[in-house]
């Protein structure tokens, strides 16, 4: 299967990876905590939103959309949500985790590792 396909098992594994309400992320994405971690494509003197801020933007998107309206591009996206919250679990830092900027980007992301 080439990476362009709509794959079955990328639309799954993004559902599971994506633990927040489209709602929830919305309100999330408007806080001072979710604004303050990430990468900024022009640096943070650069300002701008930062690349998860912009993926959370999305990842609303993608799931107020039925799965029959999604493009090659959405599941793109989809499989890099995937990574990222793939990755960042694998480096969970220890001790409570509620405030930190670890979990913040994660959310950014769509993931809260609380839940």
């Keep these: 299967m080439s990476r362009g396909e709509k794959d079955p098992d990328t639309y799954r594994e993004f ?3 994506v ?6 992320l919305s309100t999330w994405l408007e806080t001072d905590e979710s604004k303050q971690v990430g990468w900024h494509k022009g640096g943070r003197s650069g300002g701008g939103e930062s690349v998860g801020h912009e993926s959370g933007r999305k990842i609303i ?3 107020r959309r039925k799965r029959d309206e ?9 499989r890099k949500v995937v ?3 793939r990755r960042h679990m694998a480096q969970r830092p220890s001790g409570d985790v509620r405030d930190t900027k670890w979990r913040w980007s994660l959310m950014n ?7």
Excluded: F, I, Q
């Design 15 to 17: 559902t599971e990876a």
């Design 19 to 24: 633990n927040m309400k489209p709602a929830e």
């Design 61 to 63: 998107s993608l799931l």
């Design 70 to 78: 999604l493009s090659e591009g959405d599941y793109r996206h989809m």
């Design 83 to 85: 990574g990222y919250v």
């Design 109 to 115: 992301w769509g993931h809260d590792p609380l839940k």
